[in-house]
């Protein structure tokens, strides 16, 4: 099978009740842990790629390797470019084979963001085949490549905007601002309170703007961005074998899998992928000082991130045994 776009994939998770994982890629391994999981657990997947990864990694080395990896799994696999900063940049994806992009406007005036996103849907579905586009509606917290939104200078998404927006648009699905945010520190510890054991809760997500949003846009997919949910699990080993992860907190599970039960069909999760990696890698240096094989290393690396994702799709996203 192809890469496929989002279209089909947002279709089913919509009406069955679930999400598809959107996974950051950046190197081999990656992409391997992210689709081996979904293989064993018979989920369709998104890998997608930022512009970081394409500096880091070389944008024909992703897609190859993003290939590669359909042609080994034989899953439906949508590639995706994640946070597309204008026109110029999804234009080079749609064009090297990208079935899926995200135009990231959303920190421009509102018109502003309707306009570039309109043209980025017109030269997006004129490609054959159809590629879909992500849209995005409020701003989030956090870091995304050179962008820092500090806490407080992120705002929700007016329910009230979301028709105009994806009538004049045309996007296919949209990202919108509950209350996540980009990054293992989501939240600043005053805005959360401390179970017994210490670890930070957060605040829950603003379920009642979802709720409105699919009652305006009624069948329509929901993307949530910044929804790694920072598993202490791993926090725990990357401290005790060297780290020094302070008060990092996510979203929590529960929440995510609510969310995936209603309009969200796609859940963007990176920063537990690289908490994963790097608590193997740290664990591995630790338990093994002589070691200098980067196949040992990172392959444990590449194990966690395998467990990882195979526990989102069983646990929050609801997606295994989808195909
Ligand atoms: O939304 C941001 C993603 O986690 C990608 O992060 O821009 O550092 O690759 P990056
Ligand atoms: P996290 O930082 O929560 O993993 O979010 C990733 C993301 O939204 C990528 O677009
Ligand atoms: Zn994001």
Known sequence: MPLVNTKEMFEKAYNGGYAIGAFNCNNMEIVQAITEAAKEC?????????????????????????EAAVEDTGLPIVLHL???????????????????????????PFEENIEITRKVC???????????VEAELGTLAGIEDDVKVEHG?????????????????????????????????????????????GVLC?????????????????????????????????????????GQLKDAVGVPEKQLRQAAKLAV???????????????????HFNAHPDHFDPRQYVGDGRKYVKEVVKHKIMEVLGSNDKI
């Open 42 to 66: 018979n989920s369709p997947v998104i890998l997608q790629v930022s512009a970081g990864a394409r500096k880091y990694a070389k944008p024909i080395y992703l897609k190859k390797m993003v």
């Open 82 to 108: 994640d946070h597309g900063a204008d026109f110029e940049m999804c234009k080079d994806c749609i064009d090297s084979g990208f079935t899926s992009v995200m135009i990231d406007a959303s920190s421009k």
């Open 122 to 132: 017109e030269y997006a579905h004129a490609h054959k085949p159809y590629v879909t």
């Open 153 to 197: 200078s992120e705002s929700y998404t007016k329910p009230e905007d979301v028709e105009e927006f994806v009538r004049r648009t045309g996007c296919d699905s949209l990202a919108i601002a509950i209350g996540t945010s980009h990054g293992a520190y989501k939240f600043k510890p005053e805005q959360c309170t401390r179970d017994e054991n």
């Open 202 to 242: 957060p605040p829950p997500l603003r379920f009642d703007i979802l709720e409105e949003v699919s009652k305006r846009l009624p069948g329509f997919p929901i993307v949530l961005h910044g929804s790694s949910s920072v598993n202490q699990e791993y926090v725990k080993i990357i401290n005790e074998n060297g």
């Open 265 to 283: 069909c796609k859940i963007n999760i990176d920063s537990d992928l690289r908490l994963a990696m790097t608590a193997g890698i740290r664990e």
